[in-house]
């Protein structure tokens, strides 16, 4: 950590980067009727392996996390990563759908064996302990689905492609290994529909807390999303397109752009607040029960962000001050997986 000749602090920061280029070779091995099947089960994870990601970007937006109000904090305005423009961007909707909770158990090898089409006994002795994290070997993972799709077994190769995509992108972790934790999300959703958008955004606000606390500490989350979600608020496009998937890929100016003069220089008069996706959608979660703001919970803890700070960007006109209670912190950490 340093400082800057403004004075502002500013972080080297390590990030961990997503290797997604056989995830892309996997998906090429659907045709056009199982690659809609796959949307329509999954949502719209089998994209992200494809958004461009700008490492130079994510350096740049660090230096601007407002830890204490788990936002970004740039000169005359504040920008919020939400529960709606990620279910947008993983397509996956929470409405009628339970957010994913991690419940402290991971799930049991006979439970996997179903869905990889391999028996108890061949997991077990595959399976792999690093450093206290269990899991299957993504290799082993991936020659699985090449088998499947040799096979023709498409609906059984699909599950395995987004358990992959779940791991290596939703919550990425250790090289080479599928955990049991990020099994366990996948497993959520493919048994009971249980959305991992809040896991993936608790994820995200967890990375960069740990981060300010711990200069050794790497940026780990869904690289791809929070991108994608960057590009589409500090970049105007001459079309509006229905998603931010399809604005992040048509975006010229995000390749050419010196991130840190563009970030250093932004201002909320220029910035694309109200999405195209948002039009015609009704109602956002501001609070939860007792709660004066919205408490998350993940796979390695629990923490609030605040909807107050983000009235703005999800269309909505700001009125007032947001309340000290409001802003109250919630926060719980180091859950054991």
């Not at 709660?291 to 923490?303: A, K, V």
């Amino acid at each position: 950590m340093g400082t800057n000749q403004t004075g502002k602090r500013f972080y080297q920061v390590k990030i961990k980067g997503l290797d997604v280029t056989s995830l892309k070779e996997l998906g090429r091995l659907m045709g056009p009727l199982q690659m809609q099947a796959f949307r329509k089960a999954y949502g719209k994870i089998l994209d992200l392996t494809i958004a461009e990601i700008f490492t130079e970007a994510i350096v740049s937006l660090t230096q601007y996390y407002d830890q204490p109000l788990r936002c970004f904090t740039f000169g005359d305005f504040q920008l919020v990563l939400t529960v709606e423009e990620f279910e947008e961007i993983l397509g996956c909707s929470l409405g009628g759908r339970k957010p994913y909770l991690f419940s402290g158990f991971l799930p049991s090898l006979s439970n996997i064996a179903v869905v990889v089409r391999d028996s108890e006994r061949e997991l077990d002795r595959v399976k792999q302990n690093r450093n206290g994290i269990v899991g299957l070997p993504r290799n082993y993972l991936k020659g699985k689905a090449r088998d499947m799709a040799n096979q023709e077994e498409w609906v059984p190769f699909m599950d395995v492609l987004a358990l992959l995509i779940f791991r290596v992108v939703l919550f990425p972790n250790m090289d080479g290994l599928v955990d049991l934790a990020a099994i366990d999300a996948f497993l959520a959703y493919h048994h009971s529909k249980e959305s991992p958008v809040v896991a993936v955004l608790v994820n995200l606000f967890d990375t960069f807390d740990r981060r300010c606390e711990k200069s050794s500490a790497r940026i780990i989350c869904c690289l791809p999303a929070l991108c994608v979600s960057l590009v589409s608020h500090f970049f105007q496009q001459d079309i509006r397109h229905p998603s931010r998937l399809r604005s992040h890929h048509s975006c010229v100016e995000k390749r050419i752009v010196d991130w840190d003069q563009h970030l250093a220089g932004i201002g909320g008069r220029i910035i694309n607040w109200f999405p195209r996706w948002k039009e015609g959608k009704e109602g956002v979660l501001f609070s939860c029960g007792d709660y004066p703001n919205i408490p998350l919970i993940g796979m390695r803890g629990c923490i609030n962000y605040n909807p107050a700070l983000a009235i703005r960007q999800l269309g909505y006109p700001m009125r007032g001050a947001p309340t000290k209670e409001s802003l109250s912190l919630f926060l719980v950490k180091d859950f054991s997986v």
